[in-house]
C-alpha cells in the first residue's frame, strides 16, 4: 500500500510562510518607523541653566539622563528641563562642566516607540560653558 501525502500539508506551508512573511514585514516597519523618529527632528534648540542631576540610566540600552535648572529671576524656583545624552563625548563633556552655568543644544524627537533610546525627547547634542 502507497502512502499519499495529505491534501493539507501544503495548506499549511503556505499559511505559515504567508505568517513569517507578515511577521517580517511588521518587523521590517517597525524598524523604518524608530529610524525615522530617531533621524527627523521635530525641533532644535538651546537652553542654558545649571546641570543639577546627570547619571547614567538603563537595564540593557544605558542612556545618560539630565536634568537642567534653569533660573529666570534668582531667587525664583526654576524650571526644570530634562533631557538625554546617547553619545558618551557629549556625556563626558556635561561631567566636565558640572557645576557651571552651561548651554546644551538639543534636537526634539516625537513619537519614540521605547525607553530604550531614552527617557526624553530631548537629545543633548552639544554642550559649552557660559561664563
Given at each position: 500500500m502507497?502512502s499519499?501525502?495529505?491534501?493539507?500539508?501544503?495548506?499549511?506551508?503556505?499559511?505559515?510562510?504567508?505568517?513569517?512573511?507578515?511577521?517580517?514585514?511588521?518587523?521590517?516597519?517597525?524598524?523604518a518607523?524608530?529610524?525615522?523618529?530617531?533621524?527627523?527632528?521635530?525641533s532644535?534648540?538651546?537652553?542654558?541653566?545649571?546641570?543639577?542631576?546627570?547619571?547614567?540610566?538603563?537595564?540593557?540600552?544605558?542612556?545618560?539622563e539630565?536634568?537642567?535648572?534653569?533660573?529666570?529671576?534668582?531667587?525664583?524656583?526654576?524650571?526644570?528641563?530634562?533631557?538625554?545624552?546617547?553619545?558618551?563625548?557629549?556625556?563626558?563633556?556635561?561631567?566636565?562642566?558640572?557645576?557651571?552655568?552651561?548651554a546644551?543644544?538639543?534636537?526634539?524627537?516625537?513619537?519614540?516607540?521605547?525607553?530604550?533610546?531614552?527617557?526624553?525627547?530631548?537629545?543633548?547634542?552639544?554642550?559649552?560653558?557660559?561664563?
Open positions: 502507497v499519499t501525502p495529505s491534501a493539507g500539508a501544503p495548506r499549511a506551508k503556505n499559511w505559515f510562510l504567508w505568517f513569517v512573511g507578515f511577521v517580517v514585514a511588521l518587523v521590517l516597519l517597525a524598524a518607523y524608530t529610524w525615522l523618529v530617531l533621524s527627523w527632528s521635530y532644535s534648540g538651546e537652553r542654558a541653566g545649571y546641570v543639577q542631576k546627570f547619571s547614567q540610566k538603563g537595564w540593557l540600552c544605558k542612556t545618560w539630565g536634568e537642567l535648572a534653569i533660573v529666570a529671576i534668582p531667587g525664583s524656583l526654576p524650571e526644570i528641563f530634562k533631557f538625554t545624552v546617547r553619545d558618551d563625548k557629549v556625556a563626558a563633556e556635561i561631567n566636565a562642566v558640572m557645576g557651571k552655568r552651561v546644551i543644544s538639543y534636537d526634539q524627537h516625537l513619537g519614540i516607540p521605547s525607553t530604550c533610546f531614552g527617557e526624553t525627547g530631548y537629545y543633548v547634542s552639544k554642550v559649552h560653558a557660559v561664563e
